[in-house]
């Protein structure tokens, strides 16, 4: 299973972008992901989550801004973003927890990460 991110590049503060993650594979289903960003020399840090269900939570620092979302029949999680801050500047990162049928396991996957840059 592969997990691709896009939708990243250059905003001014105050724009809006929307990243998408697409898992792609044989024999998967996607339980839980989430949207994690890393800033230039700081740790990465968890943004969102959202449940099979749909059941988003947010971190504080992006509560009322940031809008995760998913779409079940294309193996796809999104971010839509507004409002966006030059703190908001540094990679995104989706990770899923993927049912592999043929392991009957759930394995956790991380994609390689979309680049968000906002100026002042």
């Known amino acids: 299973v592969q997990l691709v991110e896009s939708g990243g590049g250059l905003v001014q503060a105050g724009g809006s972008l929307r990243l998408s993650c697409a898992a792609s594979?044989?024999?998967?289903?996607?339980?839980?992901v989430g949207w994690y960003r890393q800033a230039p020399g700081k740790q990465r840090e968890l943004v969102a989550t959202?449940?099979?269900?749909?059941?988003?939570n947010y971190a504080d620092a992006v509560k009322g801004r940031f809008t995760i979302s998913r779409d079940n029949a294309k193996n796809t999680a999104y971010l839509q973003m507004y409002s966006l801050e030059p703190e908001d500047t540094g990679v995104y990162y989706c990770?899923?927890?993927?049912?592999?049928?043929?392991?009957?396991?759930?394995?956790?996957?991380w994609g390689e990460g979309t680049r968000v840059t906002v100026s002042s």
């Open positions: 959202i449940t099979t269900r749909g059941t988003a």
């Open positions: 594979g044989d024999s998967f289903s996607i339980n839980d």
């Open positions: 990770n899923a927890d993927v049912f592999l049928s043929r392991l009957g396991a759930l394995v956790e996957y």
